[in-house]
Each structure stands twice: as structure tokens, then as C-alpha cells.
């Protein structure tokens, strides 16, 4: 069963930090893999994309990792701000269909304090 | 910004009313989706589109139906609203397979 799964479910930092979001998945075959910001009450929006032969890809602050062989990636954000405050959610999408299906995760929710 | 909008933003409605949300983008993309998203929860796909006349159901089940006369508009009707189907509702749109995917802001929905 193709499935993505996130950790933190959520997570609080102080203003200034960095942290790391996880997001492991089982979708194959595997077309490529995006990170996205959705506010409360909002549309998500992208970040990144990666597909299979990208290993990193940054997008200013933010940071995406990916592993194909373990089928892992992570979000990393640096010097975290207030306005980073969303739910970020992994969407993994494959190629065994006609569709290119999209799978999500749940999202980790993320709060900035200051 | 994406150039994708769905409106109404927020709606209220009886049970038994009749509603369309409206979702429509200027991007010229072929494939359209909604999507279904209850608070904290993963987005469930309902419906989507591959071009003008091309509709198909998502994989979760939904009361709700949609039609593409036009590539930039998706519209998504209620025939007669219940409780259940209070949620977020999302539109996306994607030039195709395997690109990014854009979402509109969203319409959340309570019926009472």
C-alpha cells in the first residue's frame, strides 16, 4: 500500500532555530517527491521537487533531502521565523499511473515562538 | 503566486442547499484535481481532470460531482449539502504528470 508518513506530528521551536522534518514513504514506483507549506486556512504551496536522481535542493531557508534507497527525505529550516509557522506536508508522487498520483502525508505542524 | 482561485473563501449552508465551488486557473493547464482536506489530516483526492470533457472520480468517495466545459474552470457541485460534507475543499491544477502541482487557497465549508 502506498503510503507517507510524517514525523514530528508537530513540533515548536524558539524564533532563531533550526529543525529537521521527517517523511518516510512506501509509494513506488517512485516519480519524485515535494515538500509543501500550507498555512492555516490556505492552499499549500511548494518548495521543493526532487526526483529521483536529486539527493538535495534548496529553496532559501529551506533545505530537502532525499534518500531513494531507503525512501526517506527530510525538510530542514534554518534560523527559523515567525512567518514559518505552517503545517509542512511531504507529497510523493509515482509513475505507475496515468494519473501520477499524489500521495500526502498528514504534515508535521510547526510553531515558531518568539 | 499560483494563478489559481477558488471562491467562495468560506461558505455556511443549510442542509438540502444546493452549492458549486468554483475553482479556475489562467495557467492553461490540462489537469485539474479537487481535493478534500478535514482538519489535521491528509489532502484525499475526490476528482480530477485530464482536459475539457475528461472527469473521473478520486479515491475517496464523494457525493459530489464536477464538469470541464472549459480547460480553466472546474467547478464542483452539491446537490443537496449535509454535515458530513463539511470540510476544506482544494483545487489544483498541473501542466502535467510528474510537474508541480498549484492549489488555490481553498473553500471551507460548513453545512448546518
Known amino acids: 500500500k502506498n503510503q507517507v508518513e510524517q514525523s514530528p506530528q508537530s513540533l515548536i521551536i524558539l524564533e532563531g532555530k533550526n529543525c529537521t522534518l521527517q517523511?518516510?514513504?512506501?509509494?513506488?514506483?517512485?516519480?519524485?517527491l515535494r515538500w509543501y507549506k500550507q498555512d492555516t486556512g490556505r492552499g499549500p504551496v511548494s518548495l521543493t521537487i526532487?526526483?529521483?536522481?536529486?539527493n538535495t535542493k534548496s529553496n532559501g531557508r529551506y533545505t530537502a533531502t532525499l534518500d531513494a534507497d531507503t525512501k526517506q527525505s527530510s525538510l530542514h529550516i534554518t534560523a527559523s521565523q515567525l512567518s514559518d509557522s505552517a503545517s509542512y506536508i511531504c507529497?510523493?508522487?509515482?509513475?505507475?499511473?496515468?494519473?501520477?498520483?499524489?500521495?500526502f502525508g498528514r504534515g508535521t505542524q510547526l510553531t515558531v515562538w518568539p | 503566486e499560483a494563478d489559481i482561485y477558488q471562491t467562495p473563501r468560506y461558505l455556511v449552508i443549510g442542509t438540502g442547499k444546493k452549492i458549486t465551488l468554483e475553482c479556475s486557473q489562467t495557467m492553461g493547464h490540462d489537469k485539474m484535481y479537487w481535493y478534500q482536506q478535514d482538519p489535521g489530516m491528509e489532502l484525499h483526492l475526490i476528482h480530477y481532470?485530464?482536459?475539457?470533457?475528461?472527469?473521473e472520480k478520486g479515491d475517496l468517495s464523494s457525493e459530489s460531482t464536477v464538469s470541464r466545459i472549459r480547460t480553466e474552470h472546474f467547478p464542483l457541485t452539491l446537490e443537496s449539502a449535509r454535515p458530513s460534507h463539511t470540510s476544506q475543499y482544494l483545487c489544483?491544477?498541473?501542466?502535467?504528470?510528474?510537474?508541480?502541482?498549484?492549489f488555490g487557497q481553498g473553500t471551507r465549508l460548513t453545512v448546518v
Open positions: 517523511c518516510n514513504y512506501t509509494v513506488s514506483p517512485f516519480s519524485n
Open positions: 489544483a491544477s498541473s501542466p502535467r504528470e510528474g510537474t508541480e502541482a498549484f
Open positions: 481532470s485530464y482536459g475539457v470533457n475528461s472527469t
Open positions: 507529497v510523493v508522487s509515482d509513475r505507475g499511473s496515468t494519473l501520477g498520483r499524489l500521495y
Open positions: 526532487m526526483t529521483f536522481s536529486e
